[in-house]
């Protein structure tokens, strides 16, 4: 299959057709330069980035079947611009061991929207005590690179220090939930004046910086390679800069939730807006937007976390902690990063495919625009507008923290492998 | 008023409306029928997730007075200890016509849900939530206060009161530094740091640490009840040292303005934070508390039931 | 009674809709009081009554008369219905206002309920609910400034100042030096 798009902005920037043929982008040519294609899609203004990689998903498969599937989440993955997740390891079982994460891959193979490369588990279980089979899983034909126990943190030092030794066997990342357990036991939202007043319990910002502080100390003492997922604070941002600025091989992610919406919102007590890490105050915003746009920040990762109706349709702390984020990511980030001028789309390109894909050491994704490379690409419409209505999400769940709110931009193509997944906003 | 479901809702000119509708309504606690014909056909439902034996009693006996039909769920031997959800239960006592719920759960911001979350139209009130706000207890609280110190009318500016002990987990504090500071009172709160809540200095309060340095002066001393196990959790070393350094004994006591007065919202623990001298002594007015509760309630339901009708009827009218 | 009232005439409202003035007001709370005295054999055994608002100045008045005739102090009261009105869902919930009963009580006595406008007869209805659990008078009386009639319960008053016919729309105001500053009624609309 041949596919020819006229007029796309590649990385927002001059006009080209773009010739996709065999799972390749076959040439590059000036507008009306190309020939037609089995699929021509008339791409003026629309604007041509490498597809989209999220480090940090949620797909609940298997185990949690009612609140997303592989098949589901694959598809609200496609629709929001991805051609690549990373499936977190805290199903049940647990995705910790090779045939847990051969079987997620094996489904994501099926479902054919996206990649989908399964995270393995750090310890047994989550359950901190003992290192999974790290080595097996990063052998099977899932070839984990990426093991995070997220949902919870890996606390004990010792344990932490192993696993960033062990991975480096195989060139693997320990990407920590940064959470000490003892200052957040019963936490609600974050610690501060708010909490204070709503009478929740905090979850207070030193309980992510302390466990940060620790492990890019950790990382540097065993020359390994930690990542940070959703972080979160003002502090955190710091801690990661200052080990950058040492050498340390750190990365780091945020949310798109983190970027845009502060913890005011927990006056609802309304648990859809009840998430872990918490929302925070609007300095943390603005320091994550920083550091985001300074680079500081690697990359915007979902944390995708579906919850059915139920469990969000309680009070405040009864309610799961989690959002969903896959269909709405893009958006967030071009309201916040782009339409604010902090980030171009080579930029939007960089935090969003290119270097996610560089973490998870994934080869066909995060690539160049250039003749030759896999066709993982994505056309966004930048100027249009939309408003969130759960019932038409793809995602199995419905709890988006953006129901009514008016989005800026949408995806208008999604390719896998020069296969299209997405056409004019639905699947194809 | 629509609902009750914090202090903070209250302006000054509500909340004296509220202590003044209760003086009134005291009186009918003297008369020989102790009833009242005014929410006659209304229907107050009591819905406590949370053992809480005072505030129920206290609640059903104003809506009784009022002649309320009354329907009491309480947690234990109902189906919400048998994991059915706020919501549905919520549903349920809506099926049943309810035009008031009163609502005491262990989450705090439980009635808040309960009022805005589109599953049910009744009028909500507060009875506590989690470690929130308690406001019919703090109305009561003034009641008593003003009582005492402004007989019986007006508001308390001018007066200092000084709340000590579990700030950190206590809704009943919270309620009162909102609606003391309303009234014009200036409001101390005193604990060890570790109860202090985060933020506690954004507060309409002073803050102090020093219990001997806050009371000089003060027209009320409010005692917060302190739970043994907040020790196992480390908020303070031990419990003979929290009393020696935040309890109120006799000494303390006598630091008040002359016609200075000691609260408790309940139940005590004697010995620990108060000791029982101090209780049962002649500033106390523990027990006094208890029946402006009712005259408190049976206010809050007439003024919230009356306004909800009048926003009834100016929806009807539009 | 009301058939008497009607026969001693009225003039009709001046141009600003007032029906009695200061002086008139004068005159037939004096002639009330008289009313009261004739009809209960004087005044050992009667309670007044006056329901809030404006039954309380017009009742602190008619207590005055009698004391100018008797040279006896009569036992005088409040009467708050609010919380004995039928119409709380029409109307809301309002400022309640001082009840107070005298110190004797209203056992065995000859209570009069006093108030300024008798309409449709609910608030009337309320104030002898309010009444009965307050004690078990003797006999109830109603003494009304002004009665404007559409009555809808079976409820009349002993004692009149005024019938002023009117119709539904219209509204009687009654204003009392106490209250408002003036002593006047007036028909408007």
């Given at each position: 299959m041949s596919v020819l798009l006229k007029g796309a902005l590649l990385y927002g920037e001059e006009a080209v057709d773009v010739v996709i043929a065999e799972g390749r982008i076959a040439g590059l040519e000036p507008p009306g330069g190309a020939s037609d294609g089995d699929l021509v899609v008339d791409a003026r203004s629309l604007v041509l980035l490498p597809g989209l990689v999220d480090l940090h998903t949620h797909l609940r498969e298997p185990g949690r079947e009612d609140a997303e599937t592989i098949q589901t989440g694959s598809a609200a993955a496609a629709l929001g611009g991805f051609t690549a997740v990373h499936a977190m390891a805290n199903t049940q079982p647990v995705a910790d061991t090779a045939g847990v994460v051969e079987q997620v891959w094996r489904r994501g193979v099926d479902a054919g929207l996206c990649d989908v490369f399964p995270v393995g588990a750090v310890t047994v279980g989550l359950r901190g005590e003992q290192l999974a089979e790290l080595g097996a899983m990063a052998e099977s034909a899932a070839r984990v690179r990426v093991f995070s126990d997220d949902g919870v943190c890996v606390n004990d030092a010792v344990l932490m220090r192993r696993a960033l030794e062990y991975v480096k066997a195989f060139d693997g990342v320990i990407a920590q939930h940064a959470q000490e357990p003892r200052l957040t036991e019963g936490a609600q939202m974050n610690e501060g004046a708010l909490s204070g007043v709503l009478g929740l319990r905090g979850w207070p910002s030193v309980a992510e910086e302390a466990i940060i502080a620790r492990d890019v100390l950790l990382a540097d003492h065993v020359d390994s390679r930690v990542h940070i997922c959703h972080l979160s604070t003002r502090g955190s941002v710091e801690i990661v800069r200052w080990a950058k600025e040492r050498g340390i091989n750190v990365t780091a992610e945020v949310t798109p939730h983190h970027l845009v919406l502060t913890e005011e919102i927990a006056r609802t007590y309304d648990p859809r807006y009840k998430v872990n890490p918490p929302l925070r105050t609007a300095a943390d915003v603005e320091a994550v937007r920083r550091g985001l746009a300074d680079g500081t920040i690697d990359a915007v990762a979902t944390d995708h976390a579906p919850h059915p109706h139920e469990d969000k349709d309680c009070e405040w702390a009864a309610g799961a902690f989690g959002m969903l984020g896959l269909e709405t990511a893009l958006s967030v980030v071009i309201e916040t990063m782009v339409d604010t001028g902090r980030l171009d789309w080579r930029g939007v390109a960089d935090r969003m495919s290119v270097r996610p894909a560089r973490i998870g050491r994934l080869d066909g994704h995060g690539r160049p625009l250039e003749v030759g490379e896999p066709a993982n690409l994505v056309l966004v419409d930048p100027s249009a507008r939309w408003t969130v209505d759960p019932a038409r999400l793809a995602s199995r769940s419905r709890n988006t923290p953006f129901v009514a709110r008016e989005m800026h931009g949408r995806v208008v193509a999604t390719f896998l492998a020069g296969r299209p997944t997405v056409l004019e906003g639905r699947l194809t | 008023m629509r609902h009750l479901l914090s202090a903070a809702d209250l302006t000054r000119d509500e909340a004296l409306l509220i202590l003044d509708t209760a003086g009134e309504l005291g009186k009918v606690t003297d008369r020989a029928v102790k009833k009242l014909p005014t929410l006659r056909g209304r229907t107050v439902v009591n819905l406590f997730f949370e053992d809480s034996t005072r505030t129920r009693i206290s609640f059903e006996a104003a809506a009784k007075r009022l002649s309320a039909d009354l329907i009491t769920f309480s947690a234990k031997g109902s189906s919400v200890s048998k994991g059915e959800s706020l919501k549905d239960t919520a549903l349920t006592l809506e099926a049943m016509g309810a035009d008031a719920v009163v609502v005491r759960h262990e989450a705090s911001g439980a009635p808040h849900r309960l009022a805005h979350s589109g599953w049910i139209d009744c009028a909500v009130i507060n009875a506590g939530d989690g470690t929130h706000e308690h406001p019919t207890q703090a109305l009561l609280d003034a009641f008593t206060l003003r009582h005492h110190l402004s007989g019986g009318e007006g508001a308390l500016d001018g007066r200092r009161v000084v709340i000590v002990g579990d700030v950190l987990h206590s809704r009943v504090a919270r309620s009162n530094v909102l609606l003391l500071h309303a009234l014009g009172a200036s409001v101390t709160l005193v604990a060890p740091p570790t109860l202090m809540p985060v933020g506690v200095q954004t507060w309409p309060c002073e803050v102090s640490y020093d219990l001997d340095d806050a009371l000089p002066g003060a027209s009320a001393v409010m005692m917060l009840r302190v739970q043994r196990e907040r020790m196992n959790a480390a908020y303070f070393p031990s419990t003979h040292e929290y009393s020696r350094r935040y309890g109120l004994d006799t000494r303390r006591a006598s630091?008040?303005?002359?016609d200075g007065i000691v609260l408790h919202p309940g139940p005590m623990n004697r010995g620990m934070e108060i000791t029982a001298d101090v209780a049962d002594g002649q500033r106390s007015v523990i027990v006094e508390q208890v029946t402006n509760g009712v005259n408190v309630r049976m206010a809050v339901l007439y003024l919230i039931l009356g306004a909800r009708a009048e926003a009834d009827l100016t929806e009807a009218s539009q | 009674m009301a058939d008497a009232e009607a026969r001693r005439g009225s003039t009709g409202p001046d141009a600003s809709g007032r029906v009695l003035d200061a002086d008139d007001i004068a005159r037939v709370t004096r002639r009330i009081a008289h009313e009261i005295l004739e009809r209960s054999h004087g005044p050992s055994n009667v309670v007044l009554m006056g329901i809030q608002t404006r039954g309380v100045p017009l009742a602190q008045r008619i207590a005055g008369s009698i004391q100018d005739i008797e040279g006896v102090e009569v036992p005088l009261g409040s009467l708050d219905i609010t919380m004995y009105r039928d119409d709380l869902r029409l109307r809301g919930a309002r400022p309640l206002e001082v009840t107070d009963v005298p110190a004797l009580g209203v056992d065995d006595r000859i209570v009069v309920l006093i108030d300024d406008v008798l309409f449709s007869g609910r608030t009337i209805r309320a104030a002898l609910d309010a009444l009965s659990d307050i004690g078990r008078p003797r006999a109830v009386q109603l003494a009304v400034l002004v009665d404007r009639g559409h009555r809808e319960l079976p409820i009349r008053a002993d004692y009149v100042g005024k019938n002023i016919p009117t119709s539904r729309e219209q509204a009687v105001r009654v204003r009392l030096t106490e209250v408002d500053g003036v002593d006047e009624v007036a028909v408007e609309g």
């Open positions: - | 630091l008040l303005a002359d | -």
